[in-house]
């Protein structure tokens, strides 16, 4: 069914329900998954700006992939950063890049109204892949 699952994660509220339904996802389809987080960063006049460092953006993927590793799921990861607004594009090349068969991530609940207007990552991925995607609220 799904023998390739990417699970998209930052570190909002809904993180741990989008691990909890990835996990689910892989045991019923014996899939292996592949973490990724983008640092999404915004260009200054001083540099890119980062809201966490590249450690504490690995640390939270090491986590998340060793969650899935000791529930019995074949899960890795990676983190690295992107320009802000473009993390959608990152994770469809991704998914596009390694064939995988669905992409599991989180919604932040914003109302489709507050995404047309501010851009919602789920929002954008949904429109742009080619495979499908689980939302997670």
Request: glycine share 8%; proline share 1%.
């Amino acid at each position: 069914m799904y023998d390739k699952i990417l699970v998209a994660v930052d570190e909002s509220q809904v993180a741990d329900r989008v691990l909890a339904a990835a996990r689910e996802l892989a045991k019923l389809s014996r899939g292996d998954v592949t973490v990724v987080h983008l640092r999404e960063r915004e260009p200054t006049k001083f540099g890119l700006t980062a809201t966490e460092s590249e450690d504490e953006a690995q640390a939270f993927v090491d986590a998340a992939a060793g969650m899935l590793n000791t529930a019995g799921v074949s899960a890795h990861g990676s983190a690295r950063d992107t320009l802000y607004g473009h993390a959608a594009r990152e994770i469809i090349a991704d998914a596009d890049a390694n064939d995988i068969d669905v992409i599991v991530m989180g919604s932040r609940g914003r109302s489709d109204w507050a995404g047309l207007f501010l851009g919602s990552t789920a929002h954008k991925v949904i429109h742009l892949a080619h495979k499908p995607v689980l939302v997670v609220r």
